[in-house]
């Protein structure tokens, strides 16, 4: 028998994480449950984007820098758009990119408000 030292159950050994040896199994899902909630996987980048205050303004800054990355994507995607090549295609693209991810986000607060 084992004390936890997160939720202080005394517990027998097989319930304990093998990883987190003073930590029962509950209460490392638990954790495992809010850290992975916390985490968005962003198309564009391999690096995981932490969301540490919900509906901060830090919050909604990286909501719009990746939305406008995933805009952008699509747009390009979508081969509509010709002149990619040239600095004014690009430049033109980047803003449309941008423009749409702050009507997204705006929307999206106003949404947030109403609920
Ligand atoms: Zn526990």
């Not at 029962?24 to 985490?39: F, L």
């Not at 391999?46 to 939305?67: D, K, M, Q, V």
């Not at 999206?108 to 109403?114: A, D, P, Q, Y």
């Amino acid at each position: 028998m084992r004390q936890c030292e997160i939720c202080g159950k005394t517990l027998p050994d097989e319930d304990f994480s093998k990883s987190y040896k003073k930590r029962c199994k509950h209460c490392v899902a638990e954790m495992t449950r809010e850290k992975r909630s916390q985490i968005v996987h962003p198309v564009l980048t391999e690096e995981p984007i932490t969301f540490p205050f919900n509906n901060s303004e830090a919050y909604w800054r990286t909501l719009r820098h990746e939305y406008a990355g995933r805009l952008l994507v699509g747009i390009i995607a979508s081969g509509r758009f010709t002149n990619l090549s040239s600095p004014k295609g690009k430049e033109d693209y980047a803003k449309i990119a941008v423009s749409y991810a702050d009507t997204l986000i705006e929307e999206l607060k106003k949404s947030e408000s109403h609920e």
